[in-house]
C-alpha cells in the first residue's frame, strides 16, 4: 500500500527530476544563443562602435549581478556574467586590436584568473565555466588558423574595405581546401566534440554550458565556413 506522505515524497522528486532535465536544456540552449547570436550581433557594431560596445558590457553586469539576487532568476544571472566577460574581452579585440591575431587569444583571456578564483570558490560555476568554455573554442579555432596558415588572410580581412572582403574569403578558402586544411578540420572539430560531450553526462548544470559553449563552437565555424563556400 502507498501511503499518502510517500506518495507525495515520490512525487516531488519526480517533478524535480523533471525540473532538472528541463533547466539543463535550458542552460545548454541559452548558452549556445550566448556564444552564437551575439557573434553575428556584436562584430559589426564593434566595428563602427567599439565605445558602445565596451559600454554595453556595463549593462550586462549590471543585469547579471540583478537577476543573480533573485532565487528564480539566479542561474541565468550566474550564466549571464560569464558571457559579460566574453563581452567585455570581445569588445577590446574586436574594436582596438582585431588587426593582429597573435594578441586575439591572451585578449579574451584577460578574465581567466578572475574565473578560475571563482571555480576555486565554487562561485557563479555556470557563469564561467560557459566563459571558459567559450575561450576553449576561440583557442580551437584560432589553433585551426595557425596550423593552416591562414593568420595572413585574418590580417588582410581586417584592413580592407567590406567589398574586397569576399576576395579575401575566397583566398582564404583555397587553404581550407587542401588536404592538410581538410585534416586538420576533423581532428580539432574531434577536439571540441570531446570536450563538449563529456560534460553533458554530467547532472551539473555548470558542465552543461561549459560543453554547449565548447559545442557553440562548431555551429560558429560551420556558419563561416558555409558562408565562404556560397560567396
Not at 540583478?66 to 532565487?71: A, H
Not at 544571472?77 to 594578441?103: A, C, V
Not at 565554487?122 to 585551426?144: H, P, Q, W
Not at 570536450?195 to 560558429?220: D, E
Request: with cysteine; glycine share 6%; aromatic share 20%.
Amino acid at each position: 500500500m502507498l501511503y499518502p506522505e510517500k506518495f507525495g515524497i515520490n512525487l516531488f522528486f519526480f517533478f524535480s527530476e523533471k525540473i532538472r532535465i528541463s533547466q539543463k536544456w535550458a542552460v545548454f540552449f541559452t548558452s549556445v544563443f550566448l556564444v552564437s547570436v551575439p557573434v553575428f550581433f556584436q562584430a559589426p557594431m564593434v566595428r563602427q562602435l567599439p565605445w558602445l560596445s565596451l559600454a554595453m558590457t556595463g549593462f550586462w553586469f549590471w543585469l547579471s549581478l540583478k537577476l543573480l539576487k533573485d532565487r528564480d532568476t539566479h542561474i541565468w544571472g550566474d550564466l549571464l556574467l560569464g558571457f559579460t566577460w566574453s563581452w567585455f574581452t570581445g569588445s577590446i579585440y574586436w574594436g582596438w586590436l582585431r588587426q593582429e591575431p597573435l594578441l586575439h587569444l591572451p585578449v579574451e583571456a584577460i578574465c581567466v584568473p578572475f574565473a578560475l578564483w571563482c571555480l576555486a570558490h565554487k562561485r557563479e560555476m555556470i557563469g564561467n565555466c560557459f566563459y571558459l568554455g567559450s575561450l576553449l573554442g576561440t583557442a580551437v579555432t584560432d589553433g585551426y588558423f595557425y596550423i593552416t596558415g591562414l593568420i595572413p588572410y585574418w590580417r588582410r580581412l581586417m584592413i580592407v574595405e567590406p567589398d574586397m572582403a569576399l576576395e579575401v574569403f575566397q583566398d582564404a578558402l583555397t587553404q581550407v581546401i587542401t588536404s592538410w586544411g581538410i585534416i586538420w578540420i576533423f581532428v580539432l572539430v574531434g577536439i571540441l566534440l570531446l570536450f563538449g560531450l563529456v560534460p553533458l553526462q554530467s547532472r551539473k548544470l555548470y558542465f552543461w554550458a561549459f560543453g554547449a559553449a565548447v559545442l557553440s563552437t562548431i555551429l560558429v565555424d560551420s556558419i563561416f565556413l558555409l558562408a565562404a563556400c556560397l560567396a
